[in-house]
């Protein structure tokens, strides 16, 4: 499995219940890289998708606290072990793990590579990814070149479990 996410330089991912910045690139990037797949997310990313309606074109797999009657698509479970159960239906690199920061931590030890947009910027935030540069088990394995946004440098980064 792999994760998908944008970090600002604290490795921070969103502020009550909202990305810290929407860049066309990385909106992009998502896009072509999950359509077609499996996305995993907790009840409040999908809260936070237009009419809280799950993404066009892909399985949709919700965690959360209590199963809810799905707005379209999309399939609930209540524990990550039913997920992962589930998700044994499909490719393992077909499976990509987007958020919110409690599904991360909780998904992390499960996933292999991590799809990182970092940008270069701080922002006050109040959920974030684990910070893979301070962890053992990960290093990068790719970093792109320096992309810019009005204002601000980013870098798309591909980290894989050593």
């Known amino acids: 499995m792999k994760m998908i996410v944008a970090v600002d ?13 929407r860049i066309p690139k990385d909106q992009k990037m998502f896009r072509e890289t999950t359509t077609g797949k499996v996305v995993v997310m907790g009840r ?5 998708f237009p009419g809280g309606k799950p993404l ?12 809810r009657e799905p707005k ?23 499976v990509f793990i987007i958020g919110g920061d409690s599904i991360y931590k909780q998904f992390l030890p499960y996933c292999d590579t991590a799809l ?12 974030f990814f684990p910070n893979l540069d301070k962890d053992d088990e990960w290093e990068v394995a790719e970093e792109g070149e320096e992309e810019i946004y009005f204002d601000l440098t980013y870098h798309f980064m591909t980290y894989k479990r050593k």
Not at 12 to 21: D, K, Q
Not at 116 to 127: E, H, L, P
């Open 9 to 21: 330089e604290n490795w921070a991912i969103g502020n009550n219940n909202e990305l810290l910045i």
């Open 44 to 48: 409040k990313t999908l809260d936070s």
């Open 56 to 67: 066009k074109e892909r399985t949709n797999i919700v965690l959360s606290k209590k199963a």
């Open 72 to 94: 379209g698509e999309e399939i609930y479970f209540t524990s990550v072990e039913d997920v992962l159960e589930k998700v044994k239906e499909y490719d393992s690199d077909d």
């Open 116 to 127: 990182v947009t970092k940008i270069d910027k701080a922002y006050q935030a109040d959920s």
